[in-house]
């Protein structure tokens, strides 16, 4: 059973760059046709989907994040990373790591807040 870690850092300050790791067990992120997502909430709002990096490494990032977000993989530890630059208050939530296969998550991490905060 595929299990998903989110750590990092949960404050921030303003105008710098968020930094989270999310580190896959029980499954390769290089396996056929899982892409591994990022995807935040914040305070009192819904899902936010910000990007993936599939089994191939290929990337895609929601248009309204693209300019300020890379997320990257590093397949000797079975982690994938999210950096997304230049953060104002707006950025805080709570983000999570996820997988998804066919169009579907199946397998989230429990979720990790970062407080945008000077």
């Known amino acids: 059973q595929v299990q998903l870690q989110e750590s990092g850092p949960g404050l921030v300050k303003p105008s710098q760059t968020l930094s989270l790791i999310c580190t896959v067990s029980?499954?390769?992120?290089?396996?056929?046709?899982?892409?591994w997502s990022w995807i935040r909430q914040p305070p009192g709002k819904g899902l936010e989907w910000i990007g993936y990096?599939?089994?191939?490494?290929?990337?895609y990032y929601s248009p309204s994040l693209k300019s300020r977000t890379s997320i990257f993989r590093d397949t000797s530890n079975n982690q994938f990373s999210l950096q997304l630059s230049s953060v104002t208050p707006e950025d805080t939530a709570v983000y999570y790591c996820?997988?998804?296969?066919?169009?579907?998550?199946?397998?989230w991490g429990q979720g990790t807040l970062v407080t945008v905060s000077s």
């Open positions: 996820a997988r998804a296969e066919g169009g579907r998550l199946d397998a």
């Open positions: 029980g499954g390769s992120i290089t396996t056929n046709y899982y892409y």
């Open positions: 990096i599939a089994y191939s490494g290929s990337t």
